[in-house]
């Protein structure tokens, strides 16, 4: 009797488990496109991303990698403009993304709080 009610419980454990919803990365999530517009005379593109007020610069550098390599097959010269989420698009950008003929260039503007040290290593 015990074996059955142990068996019963592990596979309705099993079948709990099967509708469970798919993990999602945590990149997918990092981000979000606010506007995008391209130029085909250029064969270039600007994207505007915003990303939350705690992230970090090697944070937003993989996001803007990620905007850039989902493009990099449709055009030359991409530019990705992230702003942080409280942040007005009339203001500067907290970073500045490029990516011409494959070599990818990340600038950083002001940020609150002084100045941020990337490490390299």
Same mark, same amino acid.
């Given at each position: 009797?015990?074996? #059955?009610?142990?068996?019963?419980? $592990?596979? !309705?454990?099993?079948?709990?488990? +099967?509708?469970? =919803?798919?993990?999602?990365? &945590?990149?997918?999530?990092?981000?979000?496109?606010?506007?995008?517009?391209?130029?085909? #005379?250029?064969?270039?593109?600007? $994207?505007? !991303?915003?990303?939350?007020?705690? +992230?970090?610069? =090697?944070?937003?550098?993989? &996001?803007?990698?990620?905007?850039?390599?989902?493009?990099?097959?449709?055009?030359?010269?991409?530019?990705?403009?992230?702003?942080?989420?409280?942040?007005?698009?009339?203001?500067?950008?907290?970073?500045?993304?490029?990516?011409?003929?494959?070599?990818?260039?990340?600038?950083?503007?002001?940020?609150?709080?002084?100045?941020?040290?990337?490490?390299?290593?």
């Amino acid at each position: 009797m015990i074996k #059955a009610v142990i068996i019963a419980f $592990v596979l !309705i454990s099993l079948v709990a488990c +099967s509708d469970a =919803p798919r993990p999602t990365s &945590a990149e997918a999530q990092s981000f979000s496109i606010v506007s995008e517009s391209s130029d085909p #005379a250029t064969s270039g593109v600007t $994207v505007i !991303i915003k990303v939350a007020k705690t +992230s970090t610069p =090697p944070q937003v550098k993989v &996001a803007a990698e990620s905007v850039i390599a989902s493009r990099q097959g449709r055009y030359r010269h991409i530019t990705v403009k992230t702003f942080l989420e409280d942040a007005s698009l009339d203001s500067p950008p907290f970073a500045v993304s490029i990516s011409r003929d494959d070599v990818t260039e990340h600038r950083f503007g002001t940020m609150p709080g002084g100045s941020v040290r990337i490490p390299t290593h």
